[in-house]
């Protein structure tokens, strides 16, 4: 049986993520390095492979170790009716009926201001005393 | 009946007390406790109202005497037991179809788009992963609600970040994604059609279930003080990138937007801060939600003994 639903486990969320984000194919030993909290190699090459089973993530070998890249179906929404459906649900009330949620809306300037002051800031360098 | 005016009374403190301790609790308290508590607790406190309303309208209109002939009650054991005017029975009757009347409305719109939603993410992700890096015009990142779901990112905004700016926005749409955010929102959605007074819950719950996503990524980043820089300079890229290349479908004129403007500066002030904890709003929050559903059950028992006391004919059920 297929599982249905967006019904992935935490570390498995994570580990998408983190390959979703790079730029290139990435190795267990990578994955493993990003993730925090220092999760073992094994487990991480579990959760790999069981993402690449579900068809999330492809892996291609390279000499004797399996890489990893998100299995993005990229530039589907060239097709018209996708793009003409997304463009409907992005101005006939997609946020107000809950379905979409937008990582970041618009910025006033005074927001765009605070934001870009709060960046300088955390380039500051601060003395590490994260418990 | 003083029973029946306190749980009403009560009730009507718990909308209150929602509208006013939403914003305060999802400040404080951890976000993933504090959205499901306000999603449940508006329904909750909506389906209250109603019930209590539907009681009202009952016991008002079984006063007409056709009503009572049809219920075979009596009308003189009715008046005592529950002195309920006609004109406020009326008036209750009304209300009560008018709120139930908008709930399914806003429900059955919340279906159809969902459907709609649903559709375009299975057509999006194929037979690929949640996660989809599209061609569209504007640059934007959002997650699409249903049974699946998926993450859309434009290609655009994806190549204008670096890899933890990507983190942050993927760990934080695939928390979306994972935690099936958009009930939240739509539960509020119908809670307040069925009682408007909660409408100043909707606001908290969104910037509730964003900050709940943010917690995740933080997870993912690692840090909190880096969560926030990526927050803010994906926000300023995605802004730059808009600003460059305006397409004529932007969404910048939807009024819910400008509501969740204010959110992102919000956003990366609280990942800044400490990590939310436990606090003692959640709790009074929980068990004023526990005494108002207690409440409406004893009004309903109570309406349920005098309408059968009321019953001309005692032909009491006997208890199974």
């Known amino acids: 049986m297929k599982r249905r639903g967006p019904t992935l486990g935490h570390l498995e969320s994570a580990v998408l993520s983190i390959v979703a984000a790079a730029v290139q194919p990435v190795t267990v030993a990578e994955v493993q390095a990003e993730l925090p909290g220092n999760p073992a190699y094994t487990t991480v090459m579990s959760t790999l492979a069981r993402l690449a089973e579900k068809g999330a993530l492809r892996r291609t070998l390279d000499g004797r170790a399996y890489r990893y890249e998100a299995a993005a179906p990229e530039g589907l929404i060239d097709d018209a009716l996708s793009a003409r459906q997304m463009r409907h649900l992005l101005t006939h009330g997609g946020d107000r009926a809950g379905v979409l949620a937008r990582f970041v809306a618009e910025l006033d300037e005074e927001e765009e201001q605070m934001l870009a002051e709060l960046l300088a800031r955390s380039r500051r360098p601060k003395p590490k005393s994260t418990p | ?320």
Not at chain 2, 219 to 226: L, Y
Not at chain 2, 232 to 237: E, N, Q, S
Not at chain 2, 272 to 291: D, M, N, Q, Y
């Open chain 2, 1 to 320: 009946m003083t029973i029946f005016l306190t749980d009403f009374v009560l009730c009507l403190a718990t909308t209150g007390a929602l509208a006013l301790l939403a914003r305060p609790l999802v400040d404080r308290a951890r976000p993933s406790v504090a959205v499901p508590l306000l999603a449940i607790g508006s329904l909750v406190n909506a389906a209250s109202l109603g019930l209590l309303l539907s009681l009202l309208a009952l016991a008002g209109l079984a006063q007409l005497p056709a009503v009572a002939s049809a219920g075979d009650w009596s009308i003189d054991v009715l008046e005592l037991d529950l002195p309920v005017p006609l004109l406020i029975g009326v008036l209750a009757g009304a209300g009560v179809a008018l709120l139930l009347g908008r709930a399914i409305w806003r429900a059955a719109r919340i279906v159809v788009v969902l459907g709609q939603s649903d559709r375009l993410s299975r057509r999006i992700r194929g037979t690929g992963g949640p996660i989809a890096i599209v061609d569209t015009g504007a640059a934007d990142a959002f997650t699409l609600a249903g049974i699946r779901g998926c993450v859309v990112i434009s290609r655009d905004l994806f190549c204008a970040l670096g890899v933890p700016e990507r983190q942050m926005l993927t760990a934080h749409e695939m928390s979306h994604l994972r935690h099936r955010h958009h009930l939240y929102v739509q539960a509020i959605d119908i809670a307040i059609a069925a009682n408007p007074a909660l409408a100043r819950v909707a606001d908290p719950i969104r910037l509730g279930v964003e900050r709940w996503a943010d917690e995740d990524a933080v997870a993912v980043t690692g840090d909190r003080t880096a969560a926030a820089a990526a927050l803010a300079r994906t926000a300023l890229i995605r802004s730059a990138l808009r600003r460059a290349a305006p397409t004529p479908h932007q969404v910048t004129t939807l009024p819910v937007l400008c509501v969740a403007a204010s959110h992102v500066s919000l956003r990366a002030r609280a990942l800044l801060s400490t990590t939310p904890a436990r606090t003692a709003l959640g709790t009074a929050l929980t068990v004023l939600l526990i005494v108002t559903g207690a409440g409406t059950v004893d009004s309903t028992l109570q309406f349920h003994d005098g309408f059968e006391h009321a019953e001309k004919h005692c032909h009491h059920a006997a208890p199974a």
